[in-house]
């Protein structure tokens, strides 16, 4: 098999979205730790948008998560993360969006930033930026609390699929940020679907392989470069 790597700094929650899903696929590939790099030619080679993460197999270079993740469950051996059935899969894909388009922004770019992310660097919260994010961020914990209820084990139902791998990244980072401590017990589905996706072994086996979290230093730019202002 031609070799993979995936190129990211471990703490982002995209890259960690790539790498859940390569576990899941039993793909071996090597982390490229871009975190000195971050911004760089060398980065901005592989990514003209300056962001993480991208995927190599052997001279095939790719960047975009959607694009990585689909192109890792089609490519590669495994049980399918996609659902065969068209309106599984147009779930599925709704569910991604939504991750990309409220749940990402609210729950990671406002708050964990703010909340852990600048902290850790020295540089103060800015209150206003969660103000804002709070409410949206309920609305997208009900969402997905809703989709959960009656049993469902997963956002589709009884199988695991890309959205899954999509969302607990998110969960996972928010879990940090002071809020999600009273947030989280009201949401019961939310954490027993959280309990369940800890417990598979591929969460496990990418957990284990993870470096302890340390501060982001590249984060300092985001603070100048794209900090929300309200
Ligand atoms: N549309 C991109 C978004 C990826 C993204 O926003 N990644 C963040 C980290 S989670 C990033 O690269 N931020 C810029 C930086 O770290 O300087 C994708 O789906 O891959």
């Given at each position: ?7 990211g ?18 793909v071996?590939?090597?982390?490229h ?8 030619p ?10 993480v ?26 049980r ?5 059935e068209p ?6 894909n709704?569910?991604?969006s ?8 609210y ?7 703010e ?12 209150e206003?930026v969660?103000?804002?994010a ?30 899954d791998?999509?969302?607990?990244p ?6 940090f ?5 009273g947030?989280?017990p009201n949401?019961?589905?939310?954490c027993?679907w ?28 985001w603070?100048v470069?794209?900090r929300?202002?309200?």
């Open positions: 098999m031609s070799e993979v790597t995936l190129f700094f471990p703490r982002s929650t995209y890259v960690q979205i790539a790498g859940l899903v390569l576990t899941h696929k039993d071996p590939y090597r982390f730790d871009l975190e000195s790099e971050m911004g760089g060398s980065h901005l080679a592989l990514h003209p948008f300056d962001r993460p991208i995927l190599r197999h052997g001279d095939f270079t790719l960047y975009e998560t959607a694009a990585i993740t689909s192109y890792v469950d089609e490519a590669f051996d495994g399918k993360l996609t659902p065969e309106q599984k899969r147009a779930r599925m709704q569910w991604i939504a991750i990309n388009g409220y749940y990402y922004p729950m990671i770019y406002h708050v964990s930033h909340r852990n992310v600048f902290p850790q660097l020295g540089i103060p919260p800015d206003k969660v103000a804002h709070m409410p949206k961020v309920e609305i997208c914990l009900q969402v997905m609390e809703r989709q959960l209820s009656h049993g469902k084990e997963y956002l589709l139902g009884s199988e695991v699929t890309l959205a791998f999509y969302m607990l998110m969960i996972h980072a928010f879990g940020a002071p809020e999600s401590q947030m989280y949401f019961p589905a939310i027993t959280r309990e369940q996706m800890e417990a598979l072994p591929t969460v496990k086996r990418f957990r284990a392989a993870q470096p302890p979290r340390a501060p982001i230093e590249h984060a300092r730019k603070a470069s794209h929300p202002k309200y």
